[in-house]
């Protein structure tokens, strides 16, 4: 089923995304090659091009579909792109995208600097929109993430982390953007307010269920798979909606079990497994499924406000495999 989701996406987004390709290499022309090698480096990784085609078909869904929906779209891009170069530097991760993260590389001043120019070309190509609106919504994006690191970091390690808390961060580290690309489209086009609302709405469900699901996958994917290794999120003291549900529900011998491994940032793979084991027996998976499941429905629910079209149904099939997918 999920194969099948996928390649009904893909077959109606290649174009799409051959042009997004081009946009994004086009307009990444820094006067220092040094940068334009580092934003390479993980721009042209393989990445799935997620928010540039939801700001694309949220746009053409209202009615616009002028080919300048393709330029724009590449904001959404630059700015996921910068904050995954600074958020490798700050969480020490090795791997991005099955490739040896940018700071591993290089020096993580460059890295840095490399995601500020990023961020710049971002708010660069929304001043060309010619909308005071997408650069609120933008700069709102950028202050909501910054705030987003900065709670995971304060955080690191907490095994008291609360449900509501970590709802908060993934709400700022992921949603936002989603939710931003979505509400933009609505923008650019300028959509009546009952449907750039319900586009709102949409990302920002679909941006929970997305986090939601990623979370998951660093205890039910394989290396190959996740582009890293399992157990990166608890290595870096993360503590995700699966975890936070088991220990919630753990007797006392299983969570002073559950602590020792988590507090071990070496522990081996045997120890993963057998937390992997535990928090399934403890019901974390299926509650962070369920919960992803539900955002995915309040999402498509969402698109209602909208006739059908080839965007609507694929913006609904981007619902449905952001919980189905394995990467």
Partial sequence: MTADIKQQIISMVGPDLEQVEAALEENLSPNLELVREIAS??????????????????????????????LFSTIFEYLHAATLLHDDVVDGADMRRGKPAAHTRWDAPKVVLTGDF????????????????????????????????????????????????????I???????????CRSGAIVANAPEKK??????YGYHLGMAFQMADDLLDYTAT?????????????EGKLTLPLIHSLANAGPADREWILSVIQDSEFDPDRFAGLRDKISDLGGIAYTEKRAVRHVETAIKALSAFEDSPSKTLLSLIADYSIQRKV
């Fill in 41 to 70: 480096h993980l721009l042209f990784a393989g990445g799935k091009r997620l928010r540039p085609l939801l700001m694309i078909h949220a746009a053409r869904m209202c009615g616009y579909a002028t080919g300048e929906e393709i």
């Fill in 118 to 169: 990023l961020l710049a070309r971002a708010l660069n190509v929304a001043a060309r929109t010619g909308s005071p609106k997408v650069i609120s919504v933008i700069a709102r994006i950028t202050q909501e993430m910054s705030q987003g690191e900065i709670d995971q970091l304060e955080n690191k390690g907490r095994p008291d982390l609360t449900e509501d808390e970590y709802n908060r961060i």
């Fill in 171 to 181: 709400e700022r580290k992921t949603a936002v953007l989603i939710q931003g690309a």
């Fill in 196 to 201: 750039e609302t319900a586009l709102t709405d």
């Fill in 223 to 235: 290396a190959e798979e996740l582009g890293k290794n399992p157990g990166a999120d608890i290595r």
